[in-house]
């Protein structure tokens, strides 16, 4: 089945604690996304990916990083997780670099950091 | 820049009831691209249409329509005789292409509550 997944799925931290939110995708696809949610805002790019090792900032990459070593991988990064960086996140993939190419999205990681 | 606002932060129907979620976007590209996802209580996000610039076509597909219009910048989408099911937070999405690294701009959203 074709699909991204995301892990974990929920989280509570505490601020400081470096962790890792993983996103694989199964599609061979080359565009991968990071976006985040929070009531009244939508969703908003944090990062993104063109493809292997190329990433880039998106809207919102303040605390966060990223990294493409491998095509189906693009895990997110949080070194030192602060309290506004609870949120809902989303890993999407895309089969082409164009903006009319769907976007797939995973099933999204509740993050909470007290 | 790009922005996409969706003036309604939510609305209340009762089943039967037909229901319009507006949809209004900014944006000085020529080529452009409009979106619609949904996102039920479980809260994966789930696509429901896609629209370029150059196609102003309406379109329908079973109980949703969609109605593009450039020249008021807007892509409204309703749902008729609504039901329970379609209770959800509904997204307009924005995406211009490679200059803005394929992003998808989002709206905030309109939670839509469907009361049996």
């Known amino acids: 089945e074709a699909q991204v997944t995301q892990n974990p799925r929920y989280l509570i931290t505490v601020t400081g604690k470096k962790l890792t939110v993983t996103c694989s995708q199964n599609m061979n696809h080359e565009y991968m996304s990071w976006y985040r949610q929070d009531p009244g805002l939508g969703l908003r790019q944090i990062y993104y990916s063109m493809n292997v090792e190329v990433t880039d900032k998106g809207d919102v990459p303040e605390g966060y990083k990223v990294s493409r070593k491998e095509k189906r991988n693009f895990p997110l990064i949080l070194e030192s997780p602060s309290p506004n960086q609870t949120s809902l996140y989303f890993c999407?993939?895309?089969?082409?670099?164009?903006?009319?190419?769907?976007?797939?999205f995973g099933p999204g990681t509740r993050l909470t950091v007290l | 820049a790009q922005k996409v606002t969706q003036a309604q932060t939510e609305i209340s129907v009762v089943e039967k009831e037909d229901v319009t979620l507006d949809c209004v976007y900014e944006?000085?590209?020529?080529?452009?691209?409009l979106f619609w996802y949904k996102q039920p209580p479980s809260g994966e996000l789930v696509f429901l249409i896609r629209?370029?610039?150059?196609?102003?076509q309406n379109e329908i597909s079973g109980r949703y329509s969609w109605n593009f219009q450039k020249s008021t910048s807007s892509f409204n989408f309703t749902i008729t005789a609504s039901q329970v099911v379609d209770s959800a937070v509904y997204f307009c999405?924005?995406?211009?292409?490679?200059?803005?690294?394929?992003?998808?701009?989002f709206g905030a959203g309109t939670i839509l509550r469907v009361k049996s």
């Open positions: 999407a993939s895309s089969g082409g670099l164009a903006g009319f190419n769907e976007q797939f």
């Open positions: 944006t000085r590209d020529t080529t452009y691209y």
């Open positions: 629209r370029n610039s150059f196609d102003e």
């Open positions: 999405a924005l995406s211009g292409g490679m200059e803005y690294g394929n992003k998808l701009v």
